[in-house]
């Protein structure tokens, strides 16, 4: 059986009347990808927000490793173990992508007042920010002003930003996003790289991506999760189809 390092039980989420996030769990496991997905409005990032601590759910329970993290704010649940990158890019444009990096890699140093420790985690922090930049394929760029790179490689910069924190679980918000084909086929294989030793979940909208990416499908629609399972499992389901991939698919 495969790890579990997040799970979300009977997850709500109301705005006013509506019901956002409406009674959802799932699961994170190391080494899988688990993509949610649904149309727009489904709940998608209010779920996105309810495991980074960014929103506080009305109703549910939220446990990350063996901790119950429900209600913690996202500084503490980040420094807990859990990463996550935004829709909107989220980056320090006048700093170079080393400095992002480093900045990132930093933010989580233990004891990083203390003078005795500083010349120890300056090196580690070092060297966790230039693995992460080499993982993500921006050594070339190392020095670029973060500002003036393309959007694909700024979209790479974010995801190394999450990963120099030292992260088990990754919760990334559309990072496919506005990305050409090539900038996307490498996000892809990036993705598939960090799938080793993290349990991820990805909210997509390209579904080529997602069905190339998902070892784990879950699809929401109106808040509420109507099918979740393999792709394929969750390709063959009936009210997936009518619901939501027949209405991607009509679109092209
Ligand atoms: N802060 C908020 N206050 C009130 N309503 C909200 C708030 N945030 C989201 N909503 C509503 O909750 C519902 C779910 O929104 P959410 O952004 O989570 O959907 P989504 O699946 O991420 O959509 P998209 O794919 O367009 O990003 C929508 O009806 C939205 O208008």
Same mark, same amino acid.
């Given at each position: 059986? +495969?790890?579990? %390092?997040?799970?979300?039980?009977?997850?709500?989420?109301?705005?006013?009347?509506?019901?956002?996030?409406?009674?959802?769990?799932?699961?994170?496991?190391?080494?899988?990808?688990?993509?949610?997905?649904?149309?727009?409005?489904?709940?998608?990032? =209010?779920? =996105?927000? %309810? %495991?980074s601590?960014?929103?506080?759910?009305?109703?549910?329970?939220?446990?990350?490793?063996? /901790?119950?993290?429900?209600?913690?704010?996202?500084?503490?649940?980040?420094?807990?173990?859990?990463?996550?990158?935004?829709?909107?890019?989220? /980056?320090?444009?006048?700093?170079?992508?080393?400095?992002?990096?480093?900045?990132?890699?930093?933010?989580?140093?233990?004891?990083?007042?203390?003078?005795?420790?500083?010349?120890?985690?300056?090196?580690?922090?070092?060297?966790r920010?230039?693995? =992460?930049?080499?993982?993500?394929?921006?050594?070339?760029?190392?020095?670029?002003?973060?500002?003036?790179?393309?959007?694909?490689?700024?979209?790479?910069?974010? /995801?190394?930003? =999450?990963?120099?924190?030292?992260p088990? $679980?990754?919760?990334?918000?559309?990072?496919?996003?506005g990305?050409? !084909?090539?900038?996307?086929?490498?996000? !892809?294989? %990036?993705?598939?790289?960090?799938?080793?030793?993290?349990?991820?979940?990805?909210v997509?909208?390209?579904?080529?991506?997602?069905?190339?990416?998902?070892?784990?499908?879950?699809?929401?629609?109106?808040g509420?999760?109507?099918?979740?399972?393999? +792709?394929?499992? $969750?390709?063959?389901?009936?009210? $997936?189809?009518?619901?939501?991939?027949?209405?991607?698919?009509?679109?092209?």
């Amino acid at each position: 059986m +495969p790890e579990v %390092l997040l799970k979300a039980e009977g997850l709500t989420k109301r705005f006013g009347g509506l019901a956002a996030v409406n009674n959802v769990s799932v699961e994170l496991w190391r080494d899988r990808i688990h993509a949610v997905i649904g149309p727009n409005g489904a709940g998608k990032s =209010t779920l =996105t927000n %309810l %495991l980074s601590g960014d929103l506080p759910p009305t109703q549910g329970r939220i446990t990350l490793g063996n /901790i119950d993290v429900t209600g913690w704010p996202p500084e503490k649940i980040s420094r807990q173990g859990l990463g996550r990158s935004y829709q909107k890019t989220n /980056i320090f444009a006048p700093f170079s992508v080393w400095e992002n990096v480093r900045l990132a890699a930093q933010s989580r140093a233990p004891h990083a007042a203390r003078w005795l420790e500083k010349a120890t985690n300056f090196i580690a922090n070092n060297d966790r920010a230039m693995r =992460t930049i080499e993982l993500c394929g921006l050594e070339n760029r190392k020095n670029a002003i973060a500002g003036a790179i393309s959007h694909g490689e700024q979209r790479q910069l974010e /995801i190394a930003m =999450t990963l120099a924190t030292g992260p088990q $679980v990754l919760l990334l918000d559309e990072p496919l996003a506005g990305m050409g !084909v090539a900038e996307a086929e490498r996000m !892809v294989e %990036l993705l598939l790289k960090l799938k080793k030793d993290h349990a991820m979940m990805l909210v997509e909208h390209d579904m080529d991506a997602v069905f190339a990416l998902a070892d784990h499908l879950t699809v929401m629609v109106n808040g509420q999760v109507i099918a979740s399972g393999t +792709p394929a499992d $969750v390709r063959a389901d009936a009210n $997936v189809q009518s619901a939501y991939l027949g209405e991607e698919d009509a679109h092209g």
